[in-house]
T-cell receptor, first 110, second 115 residues
Framework: GQSLEQPSEVTAVEGAIVQINCTYQ??????LSWYQQHDGGAPTFLSY????GLEETGRFSSFLSRSDSYGYLLLQELQMKDSASYFC???????????FGRGTSLIVHP | GAVVSQHPSWVICKSGTSVKIECRSL??????MFWYRQFPKQSLMLMAT?????????EQGVEKDKFLINHASLTLSTLTVTSAHPEDSSFYIC???????????FGSGTRLTVV
């Protein structure tokens, strides 16, 4: 089966940098995705890493190490609006069916 | 970008009644759509994979006779919660993808309250 581990909660102050880690176990790995979800809203796609390395999109970056079954989401210049839940996701072994981690609640303080 | 529309955004129904939730891909064709259920402060739990023109594939523990899924066209999948009970109250979300490299697009979700 698949399993993903990510911290349940992370707190940081405005302007800081925060890293949310995700370790996973799955067969037939295609890639690691990250999603943001605000309270009461639907998840929105942030990034997808199929290959090792760092992908940068504005203030957000995502990293993947396939050999370590590990990835992280890096958020820079934190803003209050970044307070949300962040989910990592991998595909179910050999398919495109996504399995989500339990989510990390990011709380940004002034 | 890919857009998925989900309706209704919220619904309150009486125990024993049925509720239908629609999920539409607006600017792309989705041969596969996914239905999730989410409890407060918890992860997205996949309920079923909806396949256009064929039967849905349900996850273990999900009652297929209770959660009816129909994917009659490449742009529409429906989830019907039959004989709803208070324990079915939850946030239901659908998703689809036009290109896996750009991730999955989620509908806005439906908050179901059964009273």
């Amino acid at each position: 089966g698949q399993s993903l581990e990510q911290p349940s909660e992370v707190t940081a102050v405005e302007g800081a940098i925060v890293q949310i880690n995700c370790t996973y176990q799955t067969s037939g790995f295609y890639g690691l995705s990250w999603y943001q979800q605000h309270d009461g809203g639907a998840p929105t796609f942030l990034s997808y890493n199929a290959l090792d390395g760092l992908e940068e999109t504005g203030r957000f970056s995502s990293f993947l190490s396939r050999s370590d079954s590990y990835g992280y989401l890096l958020l820079q210049e934190l803003q209050m609006k970044d307070s949300a839940s962040y989910f990592c996701a991998v595909n179910r072994g050999g398919s495109y069916i996504p399995t989500f981690g339990r989510g990390t609640s990011l709380i940004v303080h002034p | 970008g890919a857009v998925v529309s989900q309706h209704p955004s919220w619904v309150i129904c009486k125990s024993g009644t049925s509720v239908k939730i629609e999920c539409r891909s607006l600017d792309f064709q989705a041969t596969t759509m996914f239905w999730y259920r989410q409890f407060p402060k918890q992860s997205l739990m996949l309920m079923a994979t909806s396949n256009e023109g064929s039967k849905a594939t349900y996850e273990q523990g999900v009652e297929k006779d209770k959660f009816l899924i129909n994917h009659a066209s490449l742009t529409l999948s429906t989830l019907t919660v039959t004989s709803a009970h208070p324990e079915d109250s939850s946030f239901y979300i659908c998703s689809a993808t036009a290109d896996i490299n750009y991730g999955y697009t989620f509908g806005s979700g439906t908050r179901l309250t059964v009273v």
